[in-house]
């Protein structure tokens, strides 16, 4: 009786079934495996750690990941101090963190955004910023992929049956559909990461609308990391003109897909 009734369902209907809530939930399992992900990662950053110089014990303490502007700040004035002799070690503990903060969802991104603009050159920092992005995001579609989908379905059921069906209806130009979603904040970055794979979002255009759709609000956090010790709040980097300008880049991402359709109409 189940296939007939999805036989004659429309396609959107026939996609919302493919993703209904698996029989079986073991979320126990997945939280472990989850757990286990997470301390290697830990014990990966500090593999990183003991590769830095010997610090001071007052800088000791500002070693840790940004939770706010003047944790950057601090943070900030410990690295420069230390990146022209060990540049690369520098580097890599932004590159190793930034990851590791995106693969798991924890707050701290903009924070480093903006350190990545005082540290680094701005086109070295906007590049390690979107890749950094991009390929964490891709790291935790990944794991939801592997473990996560009793989780998704457990905590956020109608949520992943709303987005499935927005995303069938966007299927065909579905790269520029991601990108639109990463420059607006219509949905939290942590759901689209989870969410992705289990309604099939496939993991090619997935990397690079993050890749793109990050840039414009990188830019201008990158940006503000040049007047680092001027900010008070990670909100004093975007500004008016910059929140029209990242306006702007959502809308022109939606260009293609406009243009798309109106010729399709008219060669039909």
């Known amino acids: 009786m189940e296939e007939a009734r999805t036989a004659g369902a429309d396609p959107v209907e026939q996609r919302l079934h493919q993703v209904q809530k698996p029989e079986k939930i073991n979320t126990r399992n997945a939280f472990i495996v989850l757990a286990a992900v997470f301390v290697l990662s830990i014990l990966s950053l500090l593999s990183v ?9 007052e800088e000791k303490v500002h070693i840790k990941i940004p939770r ?93 049956q709303q987005w499935a069906d927005t995303v069938d209806k966007h299927r065909g130009n579905i790269l520029n559909y ?41 830019f201008v956090a990158i940006q503000a990391g040049t007047t680092l010790h001027q900010l008070t709040s990670s909100g004093d980097a975007f500004s008016f003109t910059s929140v029209a300008l990242i306006a702007l880049f959502a809308v022109l991402s939606l260009v293609p897909v406009f243009l798309k359709n109106r010729l399709r109409e008219k060669l039909e």
Not at 49 to 57: A, S
Not at 105 to 134: H, M, R, Y
Not at 182 to 211: E, K
Request: some cysteine; charged content about 10%; aromatic content about 20%.
């Open 49 to 57: 750690y003991t590769k830095f110089p010997n610090l001071e014990e």
């Open 178 to 218: 991601m990108i639109f979603l990463r420059v607006t904040p219509f949905l939290p970055n942590w759901f689209i990461n989870i969410s992705a794979p289990v309604i099939d979002v496939p993991v090619f255009p997935f990397w690079l609308g993050t890749f793109v759709g990050v840039a414009p609000p990188s």
């Open 68 to 160: 706010d502007i003047e944790d950057a700040k601090l943070l900030g004035q410990v690295l420069y101090r230390y990146k022209e002799q060990y540049y690369y070690e520098v580097l890599l503990g932004v590159f190793m963190v930034y990851i590791f903060l995106q693969t798991f969802a924890i707050p701290g991104s903009i924070s480093l955004s903006i350190l990545s603009g005082f540290l680094f050159p701005f086109p070295l920092a906007l590049v390690l910023v979107c890749f950094c992005s991009a390929t964490g995001a891709t790291f935790c579609y990944l794991l939801s992929l592997l473990v996560g989908r009793p989780i998704v379905w457990k905590y956020f059921p109608e949520k992943i």
